[in-house]
């Protein structure tokens, strides 16, 4: 008889989850592992999956029956690694792992003779395993985060200001393309002159190419609805929803990667926008009113 005939229909489930979970990211770190061309991250990722298996093989004997591995998320995983970076889908499920972990210790609590198999130095050796990972594109990170927040934030505060003056949907998308260029072309200088200077091994022209292309994709998103819709007004709302949505998935894509507070980084970031549009909005009537009163 196995111990998990102590638990409970209930915690038995919740253990079979957490060994799937365990058993699906083994697998995924194979495949990651025999995808790559890196040695030294091919190793690692080799060395997670060995951590994962030994995991899950000591919690085998508890269950008393087959496992068997997610292979929709499987491919999930793998494919996220392609579009998104391997940092990306790593750091992601590392986060489905700590629920993992959190699981097993619901049922080290009902059965004190397993509490042992609750190992946080194996978490611990596997989030620095995870550290050691060396990927191209999370060099650069931070340049996309400076693209896109300057982006949203100038580039709607921008809109929004030429909405109120010039209230014609196609002469805001112009003008809006061509302010925003100057501003992409001034911002992908800066980023290459600050590289250039910090002198941290990244390369000048990709920071500033990862500031430019980031800004490029965030400022035809917010024009585009001066270019489809006709009325300005429900235009800029539009393009405030196209802004919001966009600062949330960026926002997530952050967060998983540099492992912060998705919630308290995209409220933020929307405050700050928000801010910069109500200011933009009292500068623009103010100067109307001083206009105004002078004629």
């Not at 915690?11 to 699906?24: D, H």
């Not at 002198?199 to 994709?217: H, R």
């Not at 270019?227 to 539009?238: C, D, P, Q, R, S």
Request: hydrophobic share 50%.
């Amino acid at each position: 008889m196995t111990e998990s005939n102590n638990l409970g229909h209930d915690m038995a489930q919740v253990l079979v989850k957490a060994q799937s979970i365990r058993l699906t990211h083994h697998h995924v770190y194979q495949r990651l592992a025999g995808m790559i061309d890196d040695k030294e991250n091919r190793r690692v990722l080799e060395r997670i999956a060995d951590h994962e298996i030994e995991h899950y093989r000591s919690w085998q004997e508890c269950i008393g029956q087959d496992v068997e591995p997610n292979r929709l998320k499987i491919k999930g995983y793998v494919w996220l690694a392609k579009i998104l970076g391997l940092t990306f889908s790593v750091q992601l499920m590392r986060r489905e792992e700590d629920r993992a972990q959190r699981m097993y210790e619901l049922v080290a609590a009902r059965m004190p003779s397993v509490r042992h198999l609750v190992k946080a130095d194996e978490e611990k050796r596997e989030d620095e395993l995870i550290e050691m990972l060396d990927e191209e594109s999370q060099h650069y990170v931070s340049s996309m985060v400076l693209g896109l927040d300057d982006a949203l934030i100038e580039f709607a505060a921008e809109l929004a200001a030429l909405t109120l003056i010039l209230q014609d949907t196609l002469l805001i998308g112009a003008a809006g393309l061509v302010i925003g260029i100057v501003t992409l072309l001034s911002m992908g200088a800066s980023e290459y002159l600050a590289a250039e200077s910090e002198e941290n091994g990244q390369s000048p022209l990709k920071s500033a190419l990862y500031t430019g292309i980031t800004g490029i994709f965030t400022l035809i998103l917010l024009v585009l609805p001066f270019f489809l819709v006709e009325e300005h007004v429900t235009a800029l709302i539009l393009t405030l929803v196209i802004a919001i949505i966009t600062i949330c998935i960026f926002s997530f894509y952050v967060s998983v990667v540099k492992s912060l507070n998705f919630k308290r980084r995209f409220i933020q970031m929307t405050l700050v926008m928000l801010g910069m549009l109500s200011a933009t909005f009292i500068t623009v009537f103010i100067i109307h009113w001083f206009l105004d009163s002078g004629a």
